[in-house]
């Protein structure tokens, strides 16, 4: 019945001319990710095992790309606060994205899904690599004291042999996700009912979490084992990080199943047992975190004195202590928002609305605001705090201005 109803709820809401209802919760979580992400690239500049700023863009290893502006000025909580975030923050993201994906597959058919999804991703990811990229790596070009022309910086990007595309790796990952949705859905238009009635299975907290771990473990231990966190692939400006492309797409296909149930239905309940019990998921998470410092305890000591590093069982169960927390981080997170996130306000509307263009132009002003403040004696955490409300400002009222364009809304 809860099935039935939920693709009742999707006819109604067919016609083309009609917009998707708006989900508060899901969509206020996604504009507070969106500024996690602001924050954390925001906090890089800080960290106290910040790499020492190149002599050259093109000296080996490119740690600019992930740190473009280092500053001596250091925050003593940045390691927590990367550390946690850079665990969950992207695969949630993906869950979400997923949830919305699946009522519009629905709605308008693999075609037309994917047609959309080329238009606002597609488009996106090449402004975001082609111009947005290399204007967030010009400080740490200028950093190196080299000729600051703009023509000489170009020179120096083309002769590089890679093509960073900052976060923009997001964008092509989803997109490719969606492409593989499409196809799917395509050749088994009932596959989106049978995602539906899994997740209907698995509608308990406890009985999901489960499934996502299980999930998750299957597809990230293998390749934590052979590839580090520290280990991206690109072809070009099409990065991504190789131990977790397959864990992201457990995500998105579990969202792909929340979102087929219904956003309002079984997990997602207002009035569930995942908004209920918000606070046991944030004691899972911290449990999880004090598993992961045991873990790297007994780990580090294995490459002290050139050591040949952790078992496979003692890497295993530090990879697995990833899959924990992601986990319950991300439960915490929707039962938060479930729970406390029901009533519209017009300052976080205007948030939700503009994150995607946030997300998009977010690091150019990171990049920029940190390379600006370097010489201005304050702590690292002060300078953080400004980067960010700085970043999320500048951002924000700039989507908010382009948008008011109906062909550049149509993507933003």
Known sequence: ????????????????TQPAPRDVPLGYLRAFLTVLVVAHHAALAYHPFAPKA????????????AFPVVDEHKWPMAPLFVGVNDVFFMSLMFLISGVFAAPGLRRKGASAFLRDRAFRLGVTFVLSAALLAPLAYYPPYLATGADASPSAFVSEWLALGVWPAGPAWFLWVLLAFGLIAALAHKAAPRGLDALGSAAQRLSSPGRFFSAL?????????????????????NWGPFWVQTSRVL???????????????????GLFSKDGALARRWYLWIGATIGSIGLSLVALAKIMPTWENGGSGPSVILGAA???????????ASFACLGIFLRFARTA?????????????????HYAWVSWLQFAIVGIDLSGGLKMLTVLVGAVGLSWAMTAALRRNASVARVL
């Open 1 to 16: 019945c809860l099935r039935t109803e939920s693709r009742n709820l999707d006819m109604r809401d067919a016609t083309p």
């Open 54 to 65: 190149p002599a050259s863009l093109r000296t080996p290893p490119y740690w600019w790309a």
């Open 213 to 233: 771990v299980v999930a998750s473990a299957i597809a990230y231990l293998p390749m934590a084992g052979l590839f580090t966190s520290e280990t991206w692939s």
């Open 247 to 265: 864990h992201y797409g457990v995500y998105f296909l579990a969202g792909l199943s929340l979102g087929a149930f219904g956003r309002d239905l």
């Open 318 to 328: 530090g990879n697995f202590t990833f899959v924990l927390i992601c986990a319950s």
């Open 345 to 361: 306000h017009a300052i976080v509307d205007s948030l939700a609305a503009n994150a995607f263009g946030i997300y998009l132009f």
